[in-house]
């Protein structure tokens, strides 16, 4: 009786679609024409679940079919009646039970099935396929990659400073296998649920089916301290790249050359160590060689701050832009973050070639240049590398994409491979071509690119790139981390205007706050990153597995030991970051 009681249009989102009369979004796992479709309609803008003939498409004959000039087809009052038959039929049993299930036999062809909507329009089903997606192996792979590659790739570098050349080699490989093997439990704990449903599942769903609203809420504070994490270091990065670009332009246009305050080398490809000049270096590191016009850039000086004024700019940009309730415009961007990556790694090409190698090896001891192989700091990298791996909490939705679902561990392991040989490529290459003597390896920067003075062509671009990237993909975090918390706060991803706007303002104020007093971006990155590695790379994905063997009796104890050991790992990471 408890299955009659529920209703046939049962709510799965909030208002924030607006698609128009109505639209039809297949979950990737619909294929093969088997599973639940969402529609959206314009009457409230709700998304709303059909549960159509036990999981199954609803079909109208030919001849239900009524024509009309426009792209909708109504559907006679027949083919509505039918409908209404099927639904009752469905809630007579339990959803596990297919007593009352169409077989696949009779279904009808693929260009003949049509979904019926309460609106009365039925839509023919046009790209209902043998596979589950749309996307090829290659195209899984590549969005994969392009997602997990983000700003850590700027701070591997430093990260390899902090452990040591070969430890830092060392550790990216096993950091990126463990995490891989942790990413591989996230995608398979669906499957080891029992009779149930799990198809249109994310982590944090399965996270509440074990541990009930502790495992709900923790999901989601992990994951808004990976968003919010993420937001601080955009902010700070932005701060650093719009006043970098900003000095550069005007001393472009007003002709100003200049030279930083700070130790450096000679020649077209200067590198510069800014952590070398002290307390003494004024704000924004540089100092007149020849101008026409002193006092103008004096003043220019006071007003374009790094950490003081040009923070508080951004505010003004940014925030509007995070009130907006679809932030979709500004996902059609999202190739720039491809076309950034692909510049870093040529700049790096080119600066190499011009720099030289520069590698002494040292095993424990270090000189005034260079830096021992093995060093205690090593969790600095550990903490940083857990968020440059971290794409746990989505990999599910962009795995259901995957049109051969037989080769998504393939695909997976591949995507890591590529992303551990890009973080591979960039850290070695700063570390091993930065010019030891006459600087020392220790000059490197938790932004490699501050490394490059702000007159440079190539790191100006870099930074011009990464800036409107980095512009675009900010308010989709927002929105993000606004529909996370809103939603299960409030129930809506968007309850009110006020309540959106005091969010916001809470997510720019640890920006602005972190920008002026603390833009060291390896450190938030390996904190938020050990944080929220910690529940969704490390403890989660074991535990879920442990207790999934236990309940079927097929856990053993190297099984048990293992992932215990994988959650004491993340625990020390965590741990470590607040000693080090």
């Not at 989102?13 to 969402?38: A, R, V, W």
């Not at 040529?346 to 093995?374: C, M, Q, R, S």
């Amino acid at each position: 009786m408890e299955e009659d009681t529920k209703p046939l249009l049962i709510p799965v989102g909030g208002d924030e679609s607006n698609y128009g009369i109505m639209n039809i979004q297949f979950n990737p796992e619909d294929f093969k024409c088997k599973s639940h479709l969402t529609i959206c309609l314009e009457e409230d803008q709700d998304d709303v679940d059909i549960p159509l003939g036990m999981k199954r498409p609803f079909h109208v004959e030919p001849t239900n079919i009524v024509s009309v000039n426009d792209d909708m087809q109504r559907v006679t009052d027949e083919a509505s009646a039918m409908n209404k038959r099927i639904h009752y039929y469905s809630r007579l049993t339990s959803p596990t039970d297919r007593a009352l299930t169409a077989p696949d036999h009779v279904l009808p062809a693929p260009d003949e099935i049509y979904i019926y909507s309460p609106l009365g329009t039925a839509f023919r089903v046009d790209s209902c396929t043998d596979g589950y997606g749309k996307n090829s192996s290659i195209v899984t792979i590549f969005v994969i990659w392009n997602t997990m590659m983000g700003t850590s790739i700027l701070s591997i570098p430093w990260g390899i400073k902090q452990a040591g050349f070969t430890s830092g080699i060392i550790l990216i490989l096993l950091m990126g296998l463990l995490t891989l093997y942790c990413c591989y439990r996230v995608v398979k704990s669906r499957k080891m649920i029992p009779l149930i449903d799990t198809s249109n599942w994310e982590f944090p769903d399965v996270c509440k089916y074990y541990f009930g609203s502790f495992g709900q809420w923790t999901s989601l504070l992990f994951s808004m301290v990976s968003l919010v994490g993420a937001m601080v270091v955009y902010w700070v990065l932005m701060s650093n790249f719009l006043f970098n670009t900003g000095k550069f332009i005007y001393n472009y246009v007003h002709d100003i050359n200049i030279t930083d305050i700070v130790p450096g080398t000679n020649g077209s490809n200067k590198v510069i160590c800014p952590s070398a000049a002290g307390d003494h270096t004024p704000q924004n590191g540089s100092m007149v060689f020849s101008s026409g016009n002193s006092t103008g850039f004096e003043l220019f000086e006071v007003w374009w701050n790094k950490s003081q004024t040009v923070p508080f700019y951004l505010i003004a940009i940014l925030l509007p832009l995070l009130n907006l309730k679809s932030p979709s415009f500004f996902a059609k961007f999202n190739v720039l973050g491809t076309v950034s990556v692909v510049y870093l790694i040529l700049l790096v090409t080119v600066k190499a070639a011009h720099l030289g190698i520069h590698l002494e090896y040292n095993w424990f001891t270090e000189n005034d240049f260079f830096v021992p192989e093995f060093r205690v700091l090593f969790p600095q990298l550990t903490g940083v590398l857990t968020l440059a791996f971290f794409i746990h909490n989505c990999v599910i939705t962009l795995l259901q994409n995957n049109k051969n679902q037989e080769n998504n561990v393939r695909d997976l392991s591949i995507a890591y491979l590529l992303v551990g040989l890009t973080y591979l490529y960039v850290g070695v290459i700063i570390f091993a071509s930065f010019p030891s003597p006459p600087l020392s390896k220790e000059c490197i920067e938790q932004n490699f690119l501050d490394n490059f003075p702000s007159n440079d062509v190539m790191s100006f671009i870099a930074r011009i790139f990464l800036l409107f990237q980095m512009m675009t993909v900010y308010p989709l975090l927002g929105y993000l981390a606004r529909v996370q918390l809103l939603r299960q706060v409030f129930g809506n991803a968007y309850p009110s205007v006020f309540h959106v706007l005091i969010l916001n303002i809470a997510i720019v104020g640890a920006g602005v706050v972190m920008a002026r007093f603390y833009p060291n971006i390896g450190g938030i990155i390996r904190y938020s990153g050990a944080t929220c590695g910690l529940a969704f790379v490390f403890v989660y994905p074991s535990l879920i597995y442990v207790i999934s063997l236990h309940r079927a009796g097929q856990l053993t104890w190297p099984a048990l030991i293992i992932h215990i050991f994988i959650i004491v790992l993340g625990l020390a990471n965590l741990i470590a970051q607040f000693l080090l």
